[in-house]
């Protein structure tokens, strides 16, 4: 059964600041990534996808990075700014088996003015 | 851009009670799906539909759950007798076609929820 963790749960920095998420996942049978961001109360908007066959998305200041052999992912934030404030939650889709999104808790970030 | 509706945006219902929660995907998106989040918890997935039946769905999607797509743009999904525990924030998300590999194909588009509180 696939398990996603995303390492820290909370992270609090001053503005500016770049910044790494981190994602890893039991099951490297995937078929894409995708990195989403959840404002309180509010619904998930995805950020970027990642194909298994793919290394890295980038899409403005973010950069995620997928390392399918180790269970690993990565998202990049440069130039951390208040508005980035949100939880960022990692997603994977397996390739065999359940295709449904399994998801991992979230890294809750606050970006200090 | 195109969005994902949900409605209602939060519904209170008593303990026993049934209750439809209903979702418009994006126009041309063959793919439905249910998600719900606990509070505190993660993102647990319901169910996926596709060509008007399901073709997929959790353990947490018993008999007590259903879903339907009655007319070309709505997708429901229904809570038959609603417990405690089925207190929840519901997300209804689409997409396009399912294994193409194309740039920005694949990309699961969520609503804003329905938030559920059975009392």
């Known amino acids: 059964k696939q398990e996603v963790t995303q390492i820290p749960a909370a992270l609090s920095v001053p503005e500016g600041e770049n910044l790494v998420l981190n994602c890893s996942f039991t099951d490297s049978a995937i078929y894409n990534l995708q990195w989403f961001r959840q404002d309180p109360g509010k619904g998930l908007t995805s950020l970027l996808l990642?194909?298994?066959?793919?290394r890295e998305q980038t899409s403005g200041r973010l950069n995620a990075s997928l390392d399918k052999s180790s269970g690993r992912s990565t998202l990049y934030i440069a130039a951390s700014q208040p508005g980035d404030s949100a939880t960022y939650l990692c997603a994977v889709r397996g390739n065999t088996g359940r295709r449904a999104l399994t998801f991992g808790s979230g890294t809750r970030l606050q970006v200090q003015p | 851009e195109p969005e994902v509706t949900q409605t209602p945006s939060h519904q209170v219902t008593q303990m026993g009670q049934e209750v439809i929660l209903r979702c418009v995907p994006i126009?041309?998106?063959?793919?439905f799906y249910w998600y719900r989040q606990i509070l505190g918890q993660k993102v647990e997935f319901l169910v996926s539909?596709?060509?008007?039946?399901?073709?997929?769905k959790s353990e947490i999607f018993d008999d007590q759950f259903s879903v339907e797509r009655p007319d070309g743009s709505n997708f429901t999904l229904k809570i038959r007798s609603t417990k405690l525990e089925d207190s929840a924030m519901y997300f209804c998300a689409s997409t396009t076609i399912e294994r193409h590999r194309g740039s920005g194909a694949n990309v699961l588009t969520f609503g804003a929820g329905s938030r559920l509180t059975v009392l």
């Open positions: 126009s041309n998106h063959l793919y």
């Open positions: 539909f596709y060509n008007n039946e399901i073709s997929e």
């Open positions: 990642i194909q298994s066959s793919q």
